[in-house]
Structures are given as C-alpha cells and as structure tokens.
C-alpha cells in the first residue's frame, strides 16, 4: 500500500517496512530477478568495492536506505526500548538489551535494494515520544547518522553506519562499520554496540546476517558475545542463527548463554540455574508495523527521504520504467552539480545536525548537535 500525500510545494511517498513477510508484504517486487542480477554483475570482478555500484530502478525498492536505517529504531510492535528501561536489575537491562540489539537487524527482501541517499538528506519520525533523526554526513563514502531520544522513558541512542558492500562471486558481503550507543539516563548507562555484516547470497538465493557483535556497559561490567552465521553453499549450518554469551567482563565469568534465530525466537540460559527464558520473538517485534503517516505537511524539509525520492517512488510503484529511470538521473544530476559548485567555490559541506569526525583507528564518528530530538512532522501511528 503507497501513502502519498502533499502539495503543488511538497510530495512525499511513504511505503510499508521491511517484514519478515517479504515479498508478500513489500509494496514491490523485482521483475525477472536472476537474469537482471547476473546482467548486472557481469562485469565485476571478486573482491570489487560495490560501495558507489549505480542500480537501476527495477532493483530499487521505493525508498531511501535512510529510511531503511530509520525504521530499525522506529518501526516495531512490542517496545523493547521501554523494556530495557523499566528491567528492575542492571543483568536485567543487559539482557533486554541484547534482544534490542537483535531487534534492529532487519530482514532485507533479496533482489531488491533502496536507494542510496543524498549527501544531507534526512529523515525525521516520531513514534509516541520516540523521535527519531538521521542525516547522510557522508556520499563518498555513505556515512548515515542516526539520533533518537525519548523524553517519556528518558532515553537516548546515537548511531554512524558506514556500510562496504564488496562482491565475492557468488555473494556480495556489506560490512557495517560505525559505532552505535544506547544510553538509559535513569540508571546511568552506557551501552555499545556493533553491527553483523549483511551478506547476499545468490545461489542458493537468500539474504543473512553474519559475523560477530559485541556488547558492554562499562557501568555494569556486563558484556556479551553474539555471533551471527548462516549455512553453507551446501546447507550445512542453519539460517539466520544467534549465538553467544552474556559474561561479567572483570572476572570472564559466563553468566547466561544465548541462541536462537534473529528471524524467529532467541533464548537465554542461566549457567547456574539452567533455566532457559525466550529473550525475543520476532513476531511480537514485527506484528502489525503499521506505515508512518505526514501529520505536519508544512514542518517537512526538502532535504527529507520520502520528499527528495518522491517522483522516483510514484514511477517504480507505477513500474514506469522510464519515468523511474529520468527521476533518479534528475536527482542524482543535481547532487553532481551541487557538488562541483562546492568545489568551484572552495566550499566545504557541513552537516546540519552532527558533528562528524573520522581517525584510521576509530573510523567514523557522529555527536548530535542537539540534546534531544524534536517532534517530527512524519508519525508512526500507535
């Protein structure tokens, strides 16, 4: 289902997220997948950089990446961040928040990919007293910058998302590199946490998460292991498995084991009781996601996702290929020109809402300008 909504001044178009229905649910789907995405790839070789691979409109799913980044921290059915906050003990809030960790390791459709944003496109939602704000710091390389606070649970998280995709012949594997915090200010806590790689696969056909995420609050001295695999090329292993621990840091101590499937239901055992508690499940995180709605025309900024893409999204809704196709080179034209002004005036393009920075060590950076988000003119109804 496609909401659009707007004026002769400002359109934008809001489409359904990413669920683990997939294509039954997806606004769209791509025609003639496998020989359209070995045509495609042809004539890139293994190990190739894919971070500026240009794709063209039947490959897109109608919205911005931005918005895909988004929807991971505002778009869900049972609150996890209000569970993490209201956790009694502090190994209470730790394992709360390992299943929102989990949570936001959404399920991309295969054969289908967003846009890549602008440089200084936004996003700005609002889900009850969640608000939620991204901007794009960086195009070369895609540097994504996400801030959410929520003034109700008094919370805040800060995310940088620096994906490198790279081909590999028979898959492609996108790193997510950027650091990503959550803090609940009512007990004083910090926690940090990395992102799995995303790996496309495309014989067998299927998308997965893999790799290791760590997580620890240096409050508590509580940390955890997770790791994300897949099966083979030949079936051996299983799909969209998690597995690790939850361990006091100080003493290496093993408090809880945890496993399971991102994609359904993970759980975790008390080492001294052996008692096994299911920590998520999928589906009450993913029930009924409902689309966000424009509740303030006015207060929309042009710089906004469903805005800048708006025309793009009405022709691939439409499957008007052409019009799709003159859309997209329209707005990625003006980015160009943009930018060589920049250069021919010696200007230097900087951020609205963060403050970035970059060190070979720590690699990208991203501080908030703001200390708390503002109500954003874009809603998810609860």
Same mark, same amino acid.
């Given at each position: ?261 991102? %994609?359904?239901?993970?759980? !975790? =055992?008390?080492?001294? /009781?052996?008692? &096994? *508690? ?6 009450? @995180? ?47 034209? %003006?980015?160009?020109?943009? !930018? =060589?002004?920049?250069? /021919?005036?010696? &200007? *230097? ?6 403050? @970035? ?26």
């Amino acid at each position: 289902m496609q909401v659009s909504q707007g004026n002769d001044d400002m359109k934008v178009v809001l489409t359904k997220p990413l669920s683990f229905d997939g294509d039954a649910y997806a606004d769209y789907k791509a025609p003639n997948f496998v020989q359209r995405f070995l045509s495609l790839f042809r004539n890139v070789r293994p190990g190739s950089d894919l971070t500026n691979f240009q794709l063209t409109p039947q490959f897109n799913i109608p919205k911005s990446q931005l918005q895909c980044f988004g929807e991971s921290a505002y778009s869900f059915g049972k609150n996890l961040l209000q569970q993490c906050n209201n956790a009694e003990s502090s190994l209470e809030r730790f394992i709360s928040v390992v299943a929102w960790s989990i949570s936001t390791t959404r399920p991309p459709n295969f054969g289908v990919a967003p846009y890549n944003p602008i440089l200084g496109e936004t996003h700005h939602v609002s889900r009850g007293s969640l608000n939620v704000l991204l901007e794009q710091v960086s195009h070369h390389p895609p540097v994504s910058a996400l801030h959410a606070t929520d003034d109700r649970e008094n919370i805040e998280f800060i995310w940088c998302q620096h994906p490198v995709p790279k081909f590999y012949g028979t898959r492609v594997e996108a790193e997510v590199l950027g650091k990503r915090q959550l803090k609940l200010l009512n007990h004083g806590e910090t926690y940090m946490m990395n992102s799995p790689k995303l790996m496309v696969r495309f014989f067998p056909p299927r998308v997965d998460w893999i790799g290791d995420v760590n997580i620890c609050c240096q409050e508590t001295g509580l940390e955890a292991a997770l790791c994300y695999t897949t099966s083979s090329l030949f079936g051996r292993g299983g799909l969209h498995s998690v597995k690790g621990k939850i361990y006091q840091s100080s003493s290496m101590k093993t408090l809880y084991e945890v496993e399971g499937h991102w %994609n359904s239901t993970v759980k !975790a =055992k008390d080492i001294n /009781s052996g008692k &096994e *508690t299911i920590i998520y499940d999928a589906k009450e @995180v993913f029930s009924e996601l409902k689309i966000a709605v424009v509740e303030d025309l006015q207060g929309i900024r042009p710089t906004e996702s469903a805005a800048v893409w708006n025309e793009v999204s009405k022709a691939i809704l439409s499957k008007n290929w052409t019009k799709a196709r003159e859309e997209k080179s329209t707005v990625e034209d %003006n980015q160009r020109k943009l !930018a =060589k002004e920049r250069i /021919s005036n010696g &200007e *230097t393009w900087v951020p609205n809402n963060f403050i @970035v920075s970059y060190s070979k060590e720590d690699g990208w950076d991203c501080s908030p300008i703001q200390e708390r988000v503002p109500t954003a003119p874009i809603v998810v109804p609860i």
